[in-house]
């Protein structure tokens, strides 16, 4: 669960909240550290060296869900992201996408480390491929969108993330798929 739990989707407000993720300060070394809210534990924030993570919108759980209310919920989510990068299309220009699916094929065999960022963003379940808009703001970071969420019962999660090193956008080779 996020901060962002009940709260709906307003996206003159997602466009505000990403502009001012890119003038937060990020780290530039240490630990990947996790933030919650201090009364309910609620995941507000994930910052690492040169990184920040933050919940932009929560969807309902989906305990006891399934289709077409499921596929509704799914749809739901995707036109959030849709809409958030149409905008951020319009002020910055075409975004990238790069998939997730490589890191976290690493990731969930234990062989290799992945990135911080990567590592980051799978302890918040955010398997999702970023949409990425690289660099956007006078200091050079570079900013992304992500939808993801643990498991069947867990709402989705729509979360932006600013960073101040490139993306990696590297992939397995077609034989380690």
Not at 33 to 59: C, M, S
Not at 117 to 133: H, K, R
Request: one cysteine or more.
């Amino acid at each position: 669960m996020t901060c962002r739990a009940g709260e709906p989707f307003v996206l003159p407000r997602a466009v505000a909240e990403v502009e001012r993720l890119l003038a937060t300060a990020v780290p530039a070394t240490g630990p990947t550290v996790a933030a919650g809210d201090p009364v309910t534990g609620e995941w507000t924030a994930t910052e690492g060296a040169g990184f920040r993570i933050v919940p932009l919108w929560e969807g309902d759980p989906l305990t006891g869900v399934y289709a077409p209310e499921w596929n509704d919920a799914e749809e739901a989510a995707e036109a959030h992201l849709a809409a958030l990068t149409e905008e951020l299309d319009r002020r910055w220009g075409p975004h990238a996408t790069v998939p997730l699916y490589g890191p976290l094929l690493t990731w969930q065999g234990g062989g290799s480390p992945v990135q911080p960022l990567f590592q980051a963003l799978f302890a918040e379940d955010l398997y999702g491929d970023l949409t990425v808009w690289d660099p956007v703001a006078p200091n050079g970071r570079w900013a992304a969108l992500t939808v993801g969420h643990s498991d069947g019962d867990a709402p989705l999660v729509l979360a932006a993330l600013v960073g101040e090193r490139t993306v990696a956008r590297e992939q397995p080779d077609a034989g380690s798929r």
